[in-house]
């Protein structure tokens, strides 16, 4: 059974940084894009930053310059660097792989929380 867990949330003050990682168990065949989607409370789940198979990027732009993704495929991980965290980033975060088994599905994390505040 396949399971992305991930780990790295907490409260941090204005400005401050975290990082979180996600990491996928189980038995695969390969991960190709895996990304990470926030949810603050009364908001839809939105795209924050994806990682292709071959490292290619793209963020939202309300995080560009800030936040930083990256993966490890040896470690089947992937990473997101939160610097500059600003209240407006609080929210669940849920890191998101699509995995090859059989065929290619889509895997959730369980979320982890960031909060910003002071």
């Known amino acids: 059974q396949v399971q992305l867990v991930e780990s790295g949330g907490g409260l941090v003050q204005p400005g401050g940084s975290l990082r979180l990682s996600c990491a996928a168990s189980?038995?695969?065949?390969?991960?190709?894009?895996m990304g990470w989607y926030r949810q603050a409370p009364g908001k839809q789940r939105e795209l924050v930053a994806h990682?292709?198979?071959?490292?290619?990027?793209k963020y939202a732009d309300s995080v560009k310059g800030r936040f930083t993704i990256s993966r490890d495929n040896a470690k089947n991980t992937v990473y997101l660097q939160m610097n500059s965290l600003k209240p407006e980033d609080t929210a669940v975060y849920y890191c998101n792989a699509l995995i090859v088994v059989v065929t290619t599905r889509s895997y959730w994390g369980q979320g982890t929380q960031v909060t910003v505040s002071s």
């Open positions: 990682i292709a198979s071959g490292g290619s990027t």
């Open positions: 189980g038995t695969f065949f390969s991960i190709n894009a």
